[in-house]
């Protein structure tokens, strides 16, 4: 019987290995692309668990602050006569869920939680919110129900100035109800419809 010369042999394990790792590299360089999820909104290290709370929406019916089966919530505190901080912020978020796909906006929900009880009864929100995109949210209610749900979220509120102070952070909530990512008000309708497909994927 003939024996393989020990060359050959080597030069055939030599292959094979180039071609083991020519494989790996193929099928696992998308992955290593990849890499970390970077987002464009500031992280909240660690993930702080999200409130609910029990409102009123726009119909006057009961509604939660959050609903299960969402993979991004974005939410926002803010009163109807706002001249400023409000409807820049608002109208970014309805830029924003227009540029999702179909898929992408049904598993993102916008909620605007009123800090001005007083005047914004659940006609005014309602009639409000739907200039910005008919499929957000916007809850009211008395101050008593509304106190715990600003106070869980860091939202101090003073009625006692011409235009009402209060916070004006916009909060990203993921699919295990955490708060992951703050924005500012001006935040670019790119960088939070980028931030909800990542959420969403």
Known sequence: MSRVPSRVLALGAAGLFVLAALIVFLFWRPALRRGPVVYSGTPIVP????????????????????????????????????PDECPLALASLGRAYRK????????????FVSVDPHRDTPAVVKRYIASFDPHFIALTGTRAALAPVWDAYGVSVDPHTHDIDHGD?????????????????????????????????
């Not at 999702?100 to 993102?108: S, V």
């Not at 916009?170 to 703050?182: E, F, K, Q, R, T």
């Open 47 to 82: 993930p702080k668990a999200a409130a609910d709370g029990v409102l009123v929406d726009g119909n006057g019916r009961p509604a939660h602050v959050l609903v299960p089966g969402f993979a991004t919530t974005f939410l926002f505190f803010g009163y109807t006569h706002c």
């Open 100 to 111: 999702l796909t179909p898929q992408e906006a049904a598993r993102t929900r916008v909620v």
């Open 169 to 201: 952070a916009i909060y990203a909530i993921d699919a295990s109800n955490h708060v992951v990512l703050i924005y500012p008000p001006s935040a670019s309708a790119a960088d939070l419809a980028g931030d909800a497909e990542k959420l969403a994927s």
